[in-house]
C-alpha cells in the first residue's frame, strides 16, 4: 500500500472557477501536495494518457473533454491514499455521489465530473509520471 495517488482538477471544474475550494477540500482531507502543475493538454495527450480506456464507448467524449481546456495535475500524499482520495471525490457519476464529496459539490455529469483519482497505487504511479519527471516527485 502507497501513500501517493494521482489527480487532476479537470476543464469544468477549472472553467467553473473552482481550483481554489477543490485544493481547500484536498488539503483539509489531510493530503499534502508533492507536485503540482497547471496546463493544458492536446488530445493526443489525453489519448496517451486514457489509452486504457481506448475502446470504451465514452473514450472520445472523455479525450475531447480533457483537451477541452486547461487543468491542475497534482501528485498527491496521505497514507492510504489511493483509496482514501477516491473517498473523498465520490462516485464516478455525481448523482450517486456521497453528501461532502467533491463530486457531489463540483461534477455535473458522469462525464464533466470535475477531477480524476486513480484507482490504484500501480497506476498512481504510472499516471503521477506521465505528468512529472523524478525530478519533480520529490
Ligand atoms: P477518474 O478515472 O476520472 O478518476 O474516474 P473514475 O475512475 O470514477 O471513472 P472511470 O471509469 O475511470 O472513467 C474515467 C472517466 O471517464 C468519464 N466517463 N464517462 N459517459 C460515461 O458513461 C462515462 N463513463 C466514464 C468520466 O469523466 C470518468 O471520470
Ligand atoms: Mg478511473
Do not use: C, W
Not at 492510504?80 to 448523482?95: C, Q
Not at 483519482?117 to 499516471?127: H, K, M, R, V, Y
Amino acid at each position: 500500500m502507497s501513500n501517493r495517488t494521482f489527480t487532476m482538477i479537470k476543464p469544468d471544474a477549472v472553467k467553473a472557477g473552482n481550483i481554489g475550494n477543490i485544493l481547500q477540500m484536498i488539503t483539509d482531507g489531510g493530503f499534502k501536495i508533492v507536485a503540482m502543475k497547471y496546463l493544458h493538454i492536446t488530445t493526443k495527450q489525453a489519448e496517451k494518457f486514457y489509452e486504457v480506456h481506448a475502446g470504451r464507448p465514452f473514450y472520445g467524449e472523455l479525450t475531447q473533454f480533457m483537451s477541452s481546456g486547461p487543468i491542475v495535475a497534482a501528485i498527491l500524499e496521505k497514507e492510504n491514499a489511493v483509496a482514501d482520495f477516491r473517498k473523498l471525490i465520490g462516485a464516478t457519476n455525481p448523482a450517486q455521489a456521497e453528501e461532502g464529496t467533491i463530486r457531489k459539490k463540483y461534477a455535473t455529469s458522469i462525464g464533466e465530473n470535475a477531477v480524476h483519482g486513480s484507482d490504484s497505487d500501480e497506476n498512481a504511479l504510472i499516471e503521477g509520471s506521465f505528468y512529472f519527471s523524478g525530478l519533480e516527485q520529490f
